[in-house]
């Protein structure tokens, strides 16, 4: 609707009487419709909002509210209230109907009438506290209580070595880790139980509590495995862009012992991990520093590594090359030989090219990496997939590096089937190395499998007698949802213990779902939701990461629940020691949510600083979304 008060309009300041008055009556027509919306939207919802657990009652109805605003489009709308000097919904997430009985209640003030009459200002502003206070609460209780001074807080990924070094934990603690996450995709109880120790153990060295989340693996569409290749380890050295040692090189020699995994942890370093390898207790107990080590390289080299510490754990030897050791390798100091032991076989990858075939089957057997020329042959952990794939679909590979074209399928009840043929049609030039457990993508298809597999329920059992917050991975619908609140509610029962849940957000239908699934989630008393932006993108296309995670926050917000938003923040920094600036902007908006996740690195301690740091300064100059405008020192 054109007006005198509209952008691009600025005549308004010479308008007439009689235009002002049309102007207050066309937008208080408007906002009168949407609080008339509100009452038919709750209606519709008041089941739903009956079965929330009583601390998200509140948080329930403002749900609603919020998804029955955003249903309309409300661009021009805040123009013209912009224009007549009225708040144009800025904020609104904290409480909607306060928001928009206070924008009436100004535009009556405006027009001459008692604002009083649609709302008390008093009022209006203990409502939108109330909701700043029930989402600190809840995110308090979920997330535990912030650093003081800072916004959010910071949950770090743990790395399989933390299970072997309570030193690791303690340091990322002291750095800043506000919560510790532990893939349950990877390693196995013992060892989670390991890394749990070792964040109790923090906890009580800095006196703050540290939540454990477990994420749960789910239902992933992944690649087979690929079959491995010799037992060959890696000593890596970190250099500068001119070529010069950051950091050495090295390998932690300990004992050999009858259980493999009963061996000590080398100490911590900075740059790439050491290499672990096992050798005989006598040949270990005679090293000193300052002695050599003689090392073959499977590459037919020699490389020289020098004792810099040694003690009753074992001896860690430093070198200024890379070295390629082979499991069973003869190693000599001082004329004294020995064998290294422990090497794990090494993961095989297989490179794609753009135009490559591919055959994606329900064989979850090893494969061999193809021959020049030959077809590549992949399995898919998820039959239901490949059953359900067209002639035309796209399939993307590893978070949507490798694109490729379904161009054939099986028949039903075919020999050999299920299996689709498909044809590489995007990928880095010169190729890109895909390997086992890579994530596949299909945009657009839906799979009716349910989010909590019976791997995941076992891993649940775990969680609800060792830690404190559970993560549902990739979860669809209302009754994946609905399945976790039971299971939780079922596990508590046994354990005595309660479960944090947080519902990752990572597909398509989960986003679309958003409102349901909150809903639904709310039944359980301490709730999140985490913004798993990787699969998101992969999903709904990158270009899609600027308004995406954004419109979950600000529904998360309205709901009162905490948001944790994950993948790829500070990625670079944590893999190299160096971030981009887009990374650290990235960081700063990332602020809006009540927690940041940090994936594993070899910086990844300097990281937890890092975005420590920008959460206690962006924390003073905002808000969730909301710009606090503080004094500038620069500009006095």
Known sequence: MNSPFHLGSRASRRASDGETGRVYSDLTRELDSLLGDLG????????????????????????????TLRRHDLR???????????????????????????????????????????????????????????????????????????????????PSSAADDPRLVLDLAVRGMGLARINCAHDDPARWEAMID?????????????????????????????????????ARVTRDPGGGVVDPARIWFTRQGPDPDDTPAPPPTRGHPPLCVRVDPRWLAARAPGDVIEVPDARRLRRRFTVVSAGADGVLAEGDRNAWVRDGTLIDCDFEHTRVRGISAVPRRIRVHRGDPI??????????????????????????????????????????????EVVATSMPGQEGGPWARLEVVRCREGGRWLGSEKGINVPGLEVDTPALTDEDRQCLRFASRHADIVALSFVRTR?????????????????????????????????????????????HDRIGVMIARGDLAVEMGFESLSEIPRNITLMCQAARVPVVLATQVLESLAKTGMPSRAEISDAGSAQRSECVMLNKG????????TLDAIHSRMGRIQRKALPLMRHVDSWD
């Open 40 to 67: 038919p939207g709750r209606a519709g919802r008041a089941r739903d909002m009956e079965r929330v657990d009583p601390t998200h009652r509140g948080g329930a109805l403002n749900l609603v509210d919020y998804a």
């Open 76 to 158: 021009d709308l805040q123009d013209r209230l912009l224009d007549a000097g009225v708040s144009p919904l800025v904020g609104c997430e904290d409480d909607v109907e306060a928001a928009l009985r206070a924008a009436r209640a100004a535009l009556a003030a405006l027009g001459g009438q008692d604002p009083t009459r649609f709302v008390d200002r008093h009022t209006t502003a203990t409502a939108r506290a109330a909701g700043d206070a029930a989402l600190a609460a809840h995110a308090d209780a979920l997330l535990g209580t912030p650093r003081p001074g800072r916004s959010g807080r910071v949950m770090v990924t743990l």
């Open 198 to 234: 070792g964040v109790r153990a923090a906890e009580r060295a800095v006196g703050r509590r540290i939540p454990v989340s477990m994420d749960l693996a789910g239902p992933k569409l992944r690649t087979g495995p690929v079959a491995l290749g010799a037992p060959v380890g890696r």
């Open 359 to 404: 055959l994606l089957t329900v064989d979850m057997e090893p494969v061999e990496p193809p021959r020049s020329g030959e077809e590549i042959r992949l399995g898919c952990a998820l039959p239901a997939v490949v059953e359900a794939l067209s002639v035309g679909d796209r399939v993307l590979f590893d978070d949507g590096v490798i694109s490729a």
């Open 479 to 523: 009754g994946d949802v609905t399945d976790a609140v039971e299971a939780l509610r079922a596990e508590r029962a046994e354990s005595g213990r309660e479960l944090g849940l947080l519902l990752k957000v990572e597909t398509r239908q989960a986003y679309r779902a958003l409102p349901d699934l909150v809903l639904e989630a709310m039944r």
């Open 602 to 609: 070899p910086y990844v301690a300097e990281a937890i600083e």
